[in-house]
């Protein structure tokens, strides 16, 4: 966690936000202690399943009960589908995100990719 030029606090995350990740990933945050401008930072991170949706948007509904404004960095474009059901919550920034992938058919004789984010 720091705080950027501007005063805003960025959580820069580390890993694979999942099932298992879920409650630790919640309790990273303290939005009663944080600016009134936020940002969670997916660079070297991905959101792997429907648990990692969920958490952000709970993570974002309790930054919205403050009045505080919440920007999500570095998601995957099908992360960004998903999350835009909750776009009066949170402002994901695109302008510098790269195109990832989910995964592959897991029929294939090929290896199997699992990106997210």
Do not use: W
């Not at 720091?2 to 990740?21: A, C």
């Not at 059901?85 to 990719?113: F, K, M, Q, W």
Request: glycine content about 8%.
């Amino acid at each position: 966690m720091q705080t950027n030029e501007y005063g805003s606090r960025i959580y820069q995350l580390h890993g694979v936000l999942f099932f298992g990740s879920v409650a630790r990933f919640r309790d990273l945050f303290t939005p009663q202690d944080d600016p009134d401008d936020v940002g969670i930072d997916f660079y070297f991170s991905r959101v792997f399943d429907q648990s990692g949706l969920e958490a952000i948007t709970a993570v974002a509904e309790k930054y919205q009960r403050l009045g505080e404004r919440l920007h999500l960095r570095h998601l995957s474009e099908d992360c960004r589908n998903l999350l835009n059901r909750a776009g009066y919550l949170v402002e994901v920034n695109i302008s510098e995100d790269p195109r990832y992938h989910v995964a592959t058919d897991c029929g294939t004789s090929s290896p199997t990719v699992m990106a997210g984010g």
